[in-house]
């Protein structure tokens, strides 16, 4: 699959996600996993298998930017195929976890006076 990753040359007046161009995310379709710096491409690598709601292709292209990115900006990679990354998460919690793990954190926010 031939990659849509490009480095993004702008930086400094940036307000956020929402300003960097799809081609810099190793998910554009989804603009999941932006990499504008090695310390992104690393956290690219380590998350691939917790993204949620793409399908092979889109994984399949996520690899491909990723190992572009990894290429630019000098990140060793010892994978040789997306499926070497994982699938699907494993984060080992549900979807009812993190809905449950949200409440508590917000009651323990309102108990603290924070909301």
Do not use: C
């Amino acid at each position: 699959m031939q990659a849509t990753w490009k480095p993004h040359e702008k930086h400094g007046e940036l307000t956020g996600r929402a300003d960097l161009p799809d081609s810099v995310f190793a998910f554009p379709k989804e603009r999941k996993e932006p990499m504008t710096d090695a310390s992104h491409v690393r956290n690219a690598i380590a998350r691939f298998d917790q993204t949620i709601g793409v399908s092979d292709e889109e994984r399949e292209l996520a690899f491909a930017n990723i190992q572009k990115a990894a290429e630019y900006y000098g990140v060793d990679m010892t994978e040789t195929d997306w499926h070497q990354l994982g699938r699907t998460p494993h984060t080992g919690r549900t979807a009812e976890d993190r809905r449950e793990s949200a409440r508590e954190a917000v009651e323990t926010k309102r108990r603290r006076g924070e909301l």
